[in-house]
């Protein structure tokens, strides 16, 4: 079982930028990938950022350039750094690990999620 909890979200206003973290609990973990998504009023869940665990890093289009995903194997922990924001950046922000080998870009591959974390930004 692993239990995962996001934090640092936020409001910050156009242009901001914010740090999202996302620890996780249990025994041993070694995720697959690390993933990121979030979801936006009346939107889908969107794919943001993955990063596996050999450090290998995945972009949506639509962050690219903009968010930075990390992680620290001792903290059992992922961040997400968030520079540059829009507004269309307002969403719930998730984290979700992948214990088997899956697509960093595919929702239903993760089999760990967290509630989710609220990031609004404003104009």
């Known amino acids: 079982q692993v239990q995962l909890a996001e934090s640092g979200g936020g409001l910050v206003q156009a242009g901001g930028s914010l740090r999202l973290a996302c620890a996780a609990s249990g025994r041993t973990f070694r995720p697959y990938v690390m993933g990121w998504f979030r979801q936006a009023p009346g939107m889908e869940h969107e794919f943001i950022s993955a990063?596996?665990?050999?450090?290998?890093?995945y972009y949506a289009d639509s962050v690219k350039g903009r968010f930075t995903t990390s992680k620290d194997n001792a903290k059992n922990a992922v961040y997400l750094q968030m520079n540059s924001l829009k507004t269309e950046d307002t969403a719930v922000y998730y984290c979700?690990?992948?214990?088997?080998?899956?697509?960093?870009?595919?929702?239903?591959?993760?089999?760990?999620w967290g509630q989710g974390t609220q990031v609004t930004v404003s104009s």
């Open positions: 990063i596996t665990w050999t450090g290998s890093t």
């Open positions: 979700a690990a992948d214990l088997q080998y899956g697509n960093p870009w595919v929702r239903n591959d993760y089999d760990y």
